[in-house]
């Protein structure tokens, strides 16, 4: 149970599934001599990486107090975000190839397609729940290693495959297995906050009967009461937590696929915008129409006053048109 366990979270990280597509894109214009050379060395470089990863970056982890629930929430943050730019960028066109590389089975064959970094957050999480176990350890050293002649398997078996199964089925057998590691990552966020106690029930105020004599330093209303006092409440209150957890996870992710799928909405919007403010009528300055015809009104009002009584006409107001062309006398 425990080798199988490991084998599907290096397979999710780790395996050929993203491997073959990318390695099979790298070196398609390469000769065969040429594609087994780079094969064999960037699975040659890959498992040397992993080995450093798991028996000598897994003491600094520790020298530096960093445990098993900091790289579980660690590695389930790197593994949502990759998860959400995989199910996001479906289907779309892929991006500019990277610059040549001098060592290219290290970069970009070993770093980053075989070696991600969430895989690199797993083979961590595994090396430090071992606690020192030998057999343990033993079995997540096989289990990588075995990913890693499966890795290399499938790069020198890559033109054959893809040309059996096709790339779109690498692509929507990704696209899955992407939507299994969202969930994989919100998994591991819940476990590391309930070993972080984040889950553990605070401790609450309940009422009691005032006649029961106290001391006097301590209040009389009030007194309190830990959740194992009640475990039917601290259990529903569990239960409730990680609920909100789950859902809090899924709504990140239906948010972030849907302010990605508004973002070009959004920059239509704004590029249609200048052009619909010059094709706008230009309004007056002196507001609507109707404001306007009062203003004449109360205008031709005060020089009708002015010319009946003899005194000069008062200014219209701003934005008055001029009355019929009269002039004050």
């Known amino acids: 149970m425990r080798a199988a366990y490991v084998l599907a979270i290096f397979m999710v990280t780790l395996g050929p599934i993203k491997t073959v597509p990318a390695f099979f894109v790298m070196t398609k214009d390469l000769d065969p001599a040429a594609r087994r050379r780079l094969a064999v060395n960037g699975a040659l470089a890959a498992t040397a990486i992993a080995l450093l990863i798991a028996l000598v970056l897994d003491k600094i982890a520790s020298s530096w107090g960093v445990g098993a629930d900091d790289l579980l929430l660690a590695g389930g943050i790197l593994l949502f975000l990759g998860a959400r730019d995989a199910i996001v960028h479906f289907g779309s066109p892929p991006s500019a190839p990277p610059a040549p590389s001098r060592y290219p089975a290290v970069a970009p064959l070993a770093i980053p397609t075989i070696i991600t970094p969430w895989g690199v957050v797993a083979i961590l999480v595994f090396m430090t729940l071992a606690n020192g ?130 973002e070009p909405l959004e920059a239509e919007a704004q590029e249609a915008a200048p052009a619909a403010a010059t094709a706008a009528p230009a309004t007056g300055t002196g507001g609507t129409h109707g404001m306007q015809r009062r203003a004449h009104r109360r205008g031709t009002r005060h020089q009708r006053r002015a010319r009946r009584h003899g005194k000069p006409a008062a200014a219209a107001p701003a934005g008055a048109a001029p009355a019929g062309g009269a002039t004050p006398k």
């Not at 033109?159 to 089925?169: A, M």
């Not at 006649?211 to 409730?240: A, L």
């Open 133 to 262: 176990d030998p057999l343990y350890i033993l079995t997540v050293l096989a289990v990588l290693i075995g990913t890693m002649i499966l890795n290399l398997a499938g790069m020198l078996l890559a033109p054959q495959i893809v040309g059996l199964v096709g790339i779109v089925s690498f692509q929507v057998a990704g696209w899955i297995f992407s939507v299994l590691q969202a969930g994989l990552a919100v998994d591991f966020v819940a476990k590391a906050l309930k070993h972080m106690n984040v889950s553990q029930p605070p401790l609450r105020f309940a009422p009691v009967d005032c006649s029961v004599v106290q001391p006097p330093f301590r209040r009389k209303d009030v007194h309190i009461v830990t959740g194992n006092e009640n475990k039917e409440d601290s259990m529903s209150e569990d239960i409730s937590r990680r609920k909100a957890l789950s859902l809090l996870g899924l709504g990140a992710a239906f948010g972030l696929g849907l302010s990605a799928e508004l």
